[in-house]
């Protein structure tokens, strides 16, 4: 199977720019696998879907301001760092712009010298390892967090008035270089009404990073190599979904990163076993789900892991086709964009 394969004609005025004023309003396009069936719904008709005794996994990761913008050292020539996983405090994997130009041991300064960085080693793709040192009083990651600006994807070209809107309104733990964007729907009412119906809202942490939005660089699927992106699945997480399983609930994903953790995590018996690693999962049709029952999720780029990901669980014809229905239906497509549930 080939890259090439997932390509999908969308015209540039569905690309969602900002979202919309009020979350749940967004469009949601039930796709049914085995009845080879879509609807269209609104995203407040999530509820519905759902059943007592269901299980809701939410991606509780919180999107860092990753993108830092500075200067060489002793040339002053401009250099762009993407933070995309922390391995040990204050030492960062990063991608750098321009790469050709930083190359190790080159120093790089942010704000009014308030910040410093140090490239300790080069990797592949553009990455870096570097390591930040604060020049004041204040610790590196306030710095971070001080001089760094919200990484919106390259596809948005209109100013986010409010940064909160490209978070969930669940996330709590900081490390991702994007949106869990399925969760961007959730709002807090929808959330009491599922489990006032008797839903289990279940938190894991995917933390999301260049796995989740690198282009595939080859047409041939079996030369792609996922980029690690760290997840954790606390021991009462595991235990609420296992009982889920064993009572005959349905286990709903919301998004990818959800998605992928939960299948990097079961184990032979078909459990999901509590973790804090490191996953490169790479999910394409071929691929037999083991945990996970429905798929809550956005619409991805063409030709994206993303867009196969959600052709294995669904069959890539199916998917495709309902692709082409949500362009001539004028969806709104990617971050900001409409949902769809897949089951």
């Known amino acids: 199977m080939k890259t090439s394969d997932f390509y999908y004609k969308l015209p540039e005025e569905l690309i969602a720019q900002k979202p919309l004023e009020i979350r749940d309003q967004s469009r949601l396009m039930i796709v049914n696998k ?25 991606n509780t990761s919180r999107v860092i301001p990753a993108r830092l913008t500075g200067r060489k050292r002793f040339t002053n020539g401009k250099t762009e760092l993407l933070l995309l996983k922390q391995e040990v405090p204050n030492t960062w994997e990063v991608m750098v712009k321009p790469a050709k130009r930083i190359r190790k041991d080159t120093q790089i300064i942010f704000g009014k010298n308030e910040l410093k960085a140090t490239v300790l080693e080069e990797r592949n793709d553009g990455l870096r390892l570097v390591k930040f040192q604060s020049e004041s009083d204040q610790s590196v990651d ?45 709002t807090e009412e929808i959330l009491s009404t599922i489990k006032r119906k008797g839903i289990h809202i279940i938190p894991i942490t995917l933390h999301v990073g ?28 595991a235990a609420t979904m296992n009982k889920i399983k064993e009572k005959g609930g349905r286990i709903v994903a919301v998004g990818t990163t959800s998605c992928r953790a939960l299948e990097s995590s079961v184990g032979l018996d078909g459990q999901i076993i509590a973790a804090k690693k490191w996953t490169n999962i790479f999910i394409k ?22 867009l196969m990901l959600v052709s294995a ?8 086709r309902a692709y082409e229905e949500a362009v001539n239906e004028k969806y ?9 549930w897949i089951e």
């Open 313 to 320: 669980l669904a069959g890539k014809e199916f998917m495709l």
């Open 332 to 340: 709104r497509f990617f971050s900001f964009g409409d949902a769809m």
């Open 142 to 186: 306030l710095l971070i967090h001080k001089l760094g600006e919200m990484p919106l994807p390259p596809y948005i070209h209109e100013k986010l008035e409010d940064k909160e809107r490209y978070q969930t309104v669940y996330s709590e733990a900081p490390g991702s270089a994007a949106a869990p964007t399925a969760g961007l729907h959730f």
């Open 34 to 58: 085995s009845e080879q069936s879509i609807q269209h719904k609104k995203f407040c008709d999530v509820v519905s879907k759902l059943n007592p005794g269901d299980g809701l996994v939410i």
């Open 285 to 306: 049709p071929g691929y037999e789900f083991r945990f996970i029952d429905i798929l809550v999720t956005n619409f991805h780029l063409p030709e994206s892991t993303l």
């Open 210 to 237: 260049l796995g989740t939005f690198r282009p595939v660089q080859s047409d041939n699927l079996d030369e792609h190599k996922m980029h690690e992106e760290f997840f954790e699945i606390s021991q009462e997480s």
